[in-house]
């Protein structure tokens, strides 16, 4: 079973809007969520992350809204740039000896159009 | 200065060969260490994490072997690929359980 999943395989906006990639997870121990980029044949670059302890998360023009209760989170993209097109992964993690067993999903194909 | 090197960026090999591919952690002192594998278009499945040398623990079996001789180093190998291996795989590094792992420039492998 999927225990991260990412609602949309592909997303296409205009640039300067701002883009919405949503994320759900099934395990209540999950209490670390890390946001990747992606470009192809790169590694997976850190974008941002939250802990569950905080329903919001801000960087620059990344933000991460968090919803515990219902578990699911979001990444929204402020003023979308061509640039930003890429695949974007959201994680997740518990703590103790599950804190290095990290779980990704099937990520989000972005297209920012000019 | 780049913390993490993999190593081949690129590999054919045929069915049935063996394969080592090697990750160096430069700059950084007893990290944890992690393999993931990336079908083509795909999600990233984790395989194997280490939190000291000569530890190492499995995460999914897929005919594939890990280990730590150094505090800064992580092998990924097999005796005989399949078909099935083929694909991007990425080592990654944190220094706490707690922390998002932070991935290298993966090697890419073909197995025909």
């Known amino acids: 079973q999927q225990q991260v999943r990412q609602s949309s395989q592909s997303l296409t906006v205009w640039e300067g809007e701002t883009a919405i990639l949503n994320c759900s997870y099934e395990n209540s121990a999950f209490d670390y969520f890390p946001w990747y980029q992606q470009f192809p044949g790169e590694g997976p670059a850190l974008l941002i992350a939250?802990?569950?302890?905080?329903d919001k998360k801000e960087d620059g023009r990344f933000t991460i809204f968090f919803n515990k209760r219902e578990k699911n989170l979001s990444l929204h993209i402020k003023d979308s740039q061509p640039g930003d097109s890429a695949t974007y992964f959201c994680a997740a993690s518990a703590r103790g000896t599950n804190a290095y067993k990290v779980i990704f999903g099937k990520g989000t194909h972005l297209h920012v159009l000019p | 200065a780049q913390t993490i090197h993999q190593w081949p960026v690129a590999e054919i090999k045929a069915v049935g060969s063996p394969l080592s591919l090697g990750c160096t952690i430069k700059g950084k002192s007893s990290p944890n260490l992690y393999w993931y594998w990336q079908a083509t278009g795909g999600t990233l499945q984790q395989l194997f994490y280490?939190?000291?040398?000569?530890?190492v623990e499995s995460v999914v079996q897929l005919n594939l072997s890990a280990s730590r001789p150094k505090d800064d180093q992580f092998i990924l190998s097999t005796e005989k690929l399949l078909l099935s291996h083929s694909g991007f795989y990425l080592c990654?590094?944190?220094?706490?359980?707690?922390?998002?792992?932070?991935f290298g420039e993966g090697t890419r492998l073909s197995v025909l």
């Open positions: 280490s939190i000291t040398v000569g530890q």
């Open positions: 939250i802990r569950s302890v905080s």
């Open positions: 990654a590094w944190s220094l706490g359980g707690d922390q998002a792992p932070l």
